[in-house]
């Protein structure tokens, strides 16, 4: 199993960026994917997640409105979408494979069974 972020970068306060995660080495459609990021001093939270077989999203309220997560099954790719993005936005960005059927549980760490590397987002005010 591998999980390849990329499209993170430097962008002004009010800018967008893609993010990208490529996956490989299981059946994309069985599985759901979540976006999570950490911040300096903080704890890994979750941002998005999303579940490719039956187009099932969701959000935390801190990026409701501003982030969207979509998946390409041919690629076997999720992106997250990042719009009007905050100072508060700046983090370390991760997916990570949800394991079994568990996307309800999104939120909590411990149902991610396969990370990527991360990649970082920095937000400047």
């Known amino acids: 199993v591998q999980l390849e972020e990329s499209g993170g970068g430097l962008v002004q306060a009010g800018g967008s960026l893609r993010l990208s995660c490529a996956a490989s080495?299981?059946?994309?459609?069985?599985?759901?994917i979540g976006w999570l990021r950490q911040a300096p001093g903080k704890e890994r939270e979750g941002v998005a997640a999303?579940?490719?077989?039956?187009?099932?999203?969701y959000y935390a309220d801190s990026v409701k409105d501003r982030f969207t997560i979509s998946s390409d099954k041919a690629k076997n790719t999720v992106y997250l979408q990042m719009n009007d993005l905050k100072p508060e936005d700046t983090a370390i960005y991760s997916c990570a494979r949800i394991r079994g059927q568990h996307v309800h549980l999104w939120q909590f760490m411990y149902v991610y069974d396969h990370w990527g590397q991360g990649t970082q987002v920095t937000v400047s005010s």
């Open positions: 999303i579940y490719a077989a039956d187009g099932s999203t």
């Open positions: 080495g299981f059946t994309f459609e069985d599985y759901a």
